[in-house]
């Protein structure tokens, strides 16, 4: 069962264009994550909300990624100029707060050309 | 440096034999552990974790051991069925962060 779902399931987009990557939670929980695969590739922590603010981020979480929640559901993922190298699977992912376990959304696919 | 990373690539198996997927992490400050099972084309599916104050668990037919000692973690997997095929990966979680840092994955495979 899916704790969360993510749209769209597959973006295709041109190099320097925004995309905004959409995850809708199922049930009501504090921590949000945002992680990202590179085909064949580990899995890569991008950056985690909590209370509406990042509450971490790591070195690839540059100026072209931001974050928001903007109607309080939907958790948004938007990359500013997307760059061949952002071609990845994007995972949401989703947390309570007396728990470390992290259960992931089935992820979008963003292609860039 | 900090580091998550599994020692074979792919494991083949015979189904109903027992599997055994490693693990090593370097970080001493890693409070918390989890397996993920990874089917081709969809996200990381939760199988089993654990905390730094223990050294084993068990789940339905999964089993986490987790050796401090030389910072070793262990997925085992009884009577492993063709379902099971998929990439594992094992995550790792520092204290006082949220964030998982993953391994580089292993590759189950059974065969019937």
């Known amino acids: 069962e899916p704790e969360v779902t993510q749209t769209p399931s597959h973006q295709v987009t041109q190099m320097g264009q925004e995309v905004i990557l959409r995850c809708v939670p199922i049930s009501n929980h504090l921590y949000f994550y945002w992680y990202r695969q590179i085909l064949g590739q580990k899995v890569e922590f991008l950056v985690s909300f909590y209370n509406n603010e990042i509450s971490e981020k790591s070195e690839i979480f540059d100026d072209q990624f931001s974050v928001e929640r903007p109607d309080g559901s939907n958790f948004t993922l938007k990359i500013r100029s997307t760059k061949l190298e952002d071609s990845a699977m994007y995972f949401c992912?989703?947390?309570?707060?007396?728990?470390?376990?992290?259960?992931f959304g089935p992820g979008t696919r963003l292609t860039v050309l | 440096g900090e580091s998550v990373g599994l020692h074979l690539p792919t494991l083949s198996v015979q189904e109903g034999d027992n599997s055994i997927i490693n693990c090593a992490y370097s970080?001493?400050?890693?409070?918390?552990f989890i397996w993920y099972k990874q089917e081709s084309g969809k996200g990381p599916q939760f199988i089993i974790d654990?905390?730094?104050?223990?050294d084993k668990r068990q789940g339905q037919r999964v089993t986490v051991l987790l050796n401090k000692t030389v910072k070793h973690l262990s997925l085992q997997i009884a009577a492993t069925q063709p379902g099971d095929s998929a990439v594992y990966f094992c995550a790792e979680k520092h204290t006082g962060r949220r964030a998982l840092t993953f391994g580089s994955g292993t590759r189950l495979q059974v065969q019937p």
């Open positions: 970080n001493s400050a890693s409070d918390y």
């Open positions: 992912a989703r947390q309570g707060q007396s728990t470390d376990t992290q259960y």
């Open positions: 654990i905390r730094s104050n223990m």
